[in-house]
Nanobody, 117 residues
Framework: QVQVVESGGGVVHPGGSLRLSCVAS????????MAWYRQAPGKQREVVAV?????????NYAGSVKGRFTISRDNAKNTVYLQMNSLKSEDTAVYYC?????????WGQGTQVTVSS
Protein backbone atom coordinates (compact mmCIF):
# COMPACT_ATOMS: atom_id res chain seq x y z
CA GLN A 1 0.00 0.00 0.00
CA VAL A 2 1.52 3.30 -1.10
CA GLN A 3 1.23 6.23 1.25
CA VAL A 4 1.63 9.85 0.25
CA VAL A 5 2.13 12.30 3.12
CA GLU A 6 2.36 16.07 2.88
CA SER A 7 3.88 18.42 5.44
CA GLY A 8 5.04 21.99 5.77
CA GLY A 9 1.79 23.89 5.75
CA GLY A 10 1.04 26.67 8.18
CA VAL A 11 0.10 30.31 8.62
CA VAL A 12 2.20 32.96 6.92
CA HIS A 13 1.90 36.68 6.27
CA PRO A 14 1.41 38.00 2.74
CA GLY A 15 4.77 38.15 1.00
CA GLY A 16 6.13 35.31 3.07
CA SER A 17 7.40 31.88 2.05
CA LEU A 18 6.70 28.25 2.84
CA ARG A 19 8.11 24.98 1.58
CA LEU A 20 5.81 22.00 1.33
CA SER A 21 7.15 18.46 1.28
CA CYS A 22 5.53 15.26 0.14
CA VAL A 23 6.99 11.84 0.91
CA ALA A 24 5.77 8.72 -0.86
CA SER A 25 6.37 5.19 0.32
CA UNK A 26 7.23 2.29 -1.94
CA UNK A 27 9.28 1.92 -5.09
CA UNK A 28 7.15 3.78 -7.64
CA UNK A 29 8.30 7.29 -6.86
CA UNK A 30 10.98 7.83 -9.51
CA UNK A 31 8.66 6.52 -12.23
CA UNK A 32 5.77 8.74 -11.19
CA UNK A 33 4.66 12.13 -12.37
CA MET A 34 4.28 14.22 -9.24
CA ALA A 35 2.00 17.18 -8.82
CA TRP A 36 0.69 19.63 -6.28
CA TYR A 37 -2.97 20.60 -6.28
CA ARG A 38 -4.89 22.96 -4.03
CA GLN A 39 -8.46 23.49 -3.02
CA ALA A 40 -9.74 26.69 -1.48
CA PRO A 41 -13.04 26.81 0.44
CA GLY A 42 -15.97 26.72 -1.94
CA LYS A 43 -13.78 26.14 -4.98
CA GLN A 44 -12.80 23.17 -7.09
CA ARG A 45 -9.46 21.49 -6.70
CA GLU A 46 -6.93 22.92 -9.14
CA VAL A 47 -3.48 21.90 -10.28
CA VAL A 48 -0.67 24.12 -9.04
CA ALA A 49 2.51 22.51 -10.34
CA VAL A 50 3.60 19.32 -12.08
CA UNK A 51 7.02 17.70 -12.44
CA UNK A 52 7.90 14.91 -14.82
CA UNK A 53 9.07 11.48 -13.76
CA UNK A 54 12.71 10.49 -13.49
CA UNK A 55 14.99 13.50 -13.29
CA UNK A 56 12.09 15.93 -13.24
CA UNK A 57 13.42 17.82 -16.22
CA UNK A 58 10.00 19.13 -17.21
CA UNK A 59 7.85 21.27 -14.95
CA ASN A 60 4.60 23.13 -15.47
CA TYR A 61 2.83 25.70 -13.35
CA ALA A 62 -0.56 27.30 -13.07
CA GLY A 63 -0.49 30.83 -14.36
CA SER A 64 -1.41 32.22 -10.96
CA VAL A 65 1.75 30.83 -9.31
CA LYS A 66 4.28 30.99 -12.14
CA GLY A 67 7.38 32.85 -11.05
CA ARG A 68 6.50 32.48 -7.36
CA PHE A 69 6.34 28.70 -6.80
CA THR A 70 8.94 26.07 -7.65
CA ILE A 71 8.38 22.32 -7.76
CA SER A 72 11.32 19.94 -7.39
CA ARG A 73 11.93 16.30 -6.56
CA ASP A 74 14.54 14.18 -4.82
CA ASN A 75 14.16 10.58 -5.93
CA ALA A 76 16.69 9.36 -3.38
CA LYS A 77 14.35 10.61 -0.65
CA ASN A 78 11.06 9.78 -2.42
CA THR A 79 10.16 13.41 -1.87
CA VAL A 80 8.68 16.21 -3.92
CA TYR A 81 8.81 19.82 -2.76
CA LEU A 82 6.85 22.97 -3.45
CA GLN A 83 8.73 26.15 -2.62
CA MET A 84 6.21 28.98 -2.33
CA ASN A 85 7.44 32.56 -2.29
CA SER A 86 5.67 35.93 -2.34
CA LEU A 87 2.56 34.31 -0.95
CA LYS A 88 -0.76 36.04 -1.40
CA SER A 89 -4.06 35.70 0.44
CA GLU A 90 -5.50 33.96 -2.60
CA ASP A 91 -2.97 31.17 -2.13
CA THR A 92 -4.85 30.11 1.00
CA ALA A 93 -6.02 26.54 0.46
CA VAL A 94 -5.47 22.91 1.35
CA TYR A 95 -2.56 21.67 -0.72
CA TYR A 96 -2.55 18.08 -1.93
CA CYS A 97 0.24 15.96 -3.33
CA UNK A 98 -0.54 13.61 -6.21
CA UNK A 99 1.56 10.69 -7.42
CA UNK A 100 0.59 9.25 -10.78
CA UNK A 101 1.81 6.35 -12.90
CA UNK A 102 0.04 4.72 -15.86
CA UNK A 103 -1.51 2.23 -13.47
CA UNK A 104 -1.89 4.16 -10.21
CA UNK A 105 -3.08 7.49 -8.88
CA UNK A 106 -2.34 8.31 -5.24
CA TRP A 107 -3.31 11.33 -3.14
CA GLY A 108 -2.15 12.62 0.19
CA GLN A 109 -4.44 13.88 2.90
CA GLY A 110 -3.53 17.53 2.33
CA THR A 111 -1.83 20.27 4.29
CA GLN A 112 -3.39 23.64 5.09
CA VAL A 113 -1.72 26.83 3.93
CA THR A 114 -3.16 30.07 5.26
CA VAL A 115 -1.87 33.44 4.11
CA SER A 116 -3.15 36.16 6.38
CA SER A 117 -2.05 39.40 7.90
Amino acid sequence: QVQVVESGGGVVHPGGSLRLSCVASGTLFSAAIMAWYRQAPGKQREVVAVISSGSGRVTNYAGSVKGRFTISRDNAKNTVYLQMNSLKSEDTAVYYCNMRTPAYDYWGQGTQVTVSS
